[in-house]
């Protein structure tokens, strides 16, 4: 099974922008679809992006769309997020995830079956 791990959060101030990486131990093109969630203190993951590998389809949550970019480096094994116009309440703990299987969609939590540890993004206002 794929293993990842996120780096890139940190804090930022509204409206700058910031680029999260999901390094994969295997190969991403392994994978079926792959995508970012997030969790706010007090709250549920929520969907934010996922691509889908043989199209190189990209979805996003209506909250992120025009600001966040989701992309995937095959030959370096990483997933991207590119976030910009951030806003405070973008904050959250950020999650990349895989999926082995092939679905219709990504936009549930349980479509995913690996996940990485998380980093964490903080906006100020």
């Known amino acids: 099974q794929v293993q990842l791990v996120e780096s890139g959060g940190g804090l930022v101030q509204a409206g700058g922008s910031l680029r999260l990486s999901c390094a994969a131990s295997g190969r991403i093109s392994s994978t079926y679809a792959m995508g970012w969630f997030r969790q706010a203190p007090g709250k549920e993951r929520e969907f934010v992006a996922f691509?889908?590998?043989?199209?190189?389809?990209?979805y996003y949550a209506d909250s992120v769309k025009d600001r966040f970019t989701i992309s995937g480096d095959n030959a370096k094994n990483t997933l991207y997020l590119q976030m910009s116009s951030l806003k405070p309440e973008d904050t959250a703990v950020y999650y990349c995830?895989?999926?082995?299987?092939?679905?219709?969609?990504?936009?549930?939590?349980?479509?995913?079956?690996?996940w990485g540890q998380g980093t964490q993004v903080t906006v100020s206002s």
């Open positions: 995830a895989a999926s082995k299987t092939n679905y219709a969609s990504y936009y549930p939590t349980n479509r995913f079956d690996a």
């Open positions: 691509i889908r590998w043989s199209s190189r389809s990209t």
